[in-house]
């Protein structure tokens, strides 16, 4: 999967107004931290985000779940070594 260039550097929460964090993920040693977030009033789209740590700039944007899915995406990063963590 190709990553997205941004013409303008994106940073969370600054450049997501009215977003709520719904998960939050870091792995040991990692400079990125992993996210869920909905700006979504109806709460129905959530959006998986990946930023670096420190800045806070938005590296990747990886799409869209649902509410449904916030249980299976979180056990694959669990999986995968990431840690949830407290928001």
């Known amino acids: ?3 997205k ?3 303008t550097k994106k ?3 600054k450049d997501y107004p ?3 964090l719904i998960k939050k993920f870091n792995k ?3 400079p990125r931290t992993r996210m869920f977030a909905c700006g979504d009033p109806d709460g129905w789209f959530i959006d998986v985000m990946e930023i670096q740590t420190k800045t ?3 590296m990747d944007e990886e799409g869209w779940i649902t509410e449904r ?3 299976q995406w979180t056990e694959w990063y669990k999986r995968l070594g990431w840690i949830e963590q407290e928001k």
């Open 11 to 13: 940073y969370f929460p």
């Open 1 to 3: 999967m190709a990553k």
């Open 18 to 20: 009215g977003f709520k």
């Open 28 to 30: 040991p040693r990692s």
């Open 69 to 71: 899915d916030v249980k």
């Open 56 to 58: 806070g700039q938005v």
């Open 5 to 7: 260039k941004y013409t």
